[in-house]
């Protein structure tokens, strides 16, 4: 896999779960453990709307639940660590870097606002 990063568990004389090895085929695509990986950050990433309007929808306005950020900053990571190591692919660093930064941003004003709001009380 070039330049790529492998990760892999050694068992005796054999490798086992190497992150790039195919593990099956679904509908043509080959599926590794990386890109496994990738789907289950996507997931959260994209579950995190479903967070938001579900609490919206509970608050009769809209809102912003502290899971939403959670889901943000693991869903945006689990992509930036996909597109470094799985992929080695730039276009993907750059289009998951910034939202990673600013949900962690997000997520730290969420934890600290709250917690001065409990002092306060």
Same mark, same amino acid.
């Given at each position: 896999? %070039?330049? !790529?990063?492998? #990760? +892999? &568990?050694?068992?005796?004389?054999?490798?086992? *779960?190497?992150?790039?090895?195919? @593990?099956? =085929?679904? @509908?043509?695509?080959? &599926?590794? %453990?990386?890109? @496994?990986? +990738?789907?289950?950050?996507?997931? @959260?990433?994209?579950?995190?709307?479903?967070?938001?309007?579900?609490?919206?929808?509970?608050?009769?306005? $809209?809102?912003? $639940?502290? /899971?939403?950020?959670?889901?943000?900053? *693991?869903?945006?990571?689990? !992509? #930036? /660590?996909?597109? &470094?190591? +799985?992929?080695?692919?730039?276009?993907? &660093? /750059?289009?998951? #870097?910034? $939202?990673?930064?600013?949900?962690?941003?997000?997520?730290? /004003?969420?934890?600290?606002?709250? *917690?001065? +709001? =409990?002092?306060?009380?």
């Amino acid at each position: 896999m %070039g330049g !790529c990063f492998r #990760l +892999g &568990i050694d068992v005796g004389n054999r490798s086992v *779960a190497v992150v790039h090895d195919v @593990l099956f =085929e679904f @509908l043509g695509a080959k &599926i590794t %453990g990386w890109k @496994l990986f +990738g789907y289950c950050g996507v997931f @959260l990433f994209a579950g995190r709307w479903v967070v938001q309007m579900a609490a919206s929808r509970r608050a009769g306005r $809209p809102v912003v $639940p502290r /899971l939403f950020w959670v889901m943000s900053v *693991a869903g945006s990571l689990m !992509c #930036l /660590l996909y597109f &470094i190591w +799985g992929k080695n692919d730039s276009v993907g &660093i /750059l289009g998951y #870097l910034f $939202p990673t930064l600013v949900a962690c941003y997000n997520l730290y /004003l969420d934890v600290t606002h709250h *917690a001065a +709001g =409990e002092k306060s009380a």
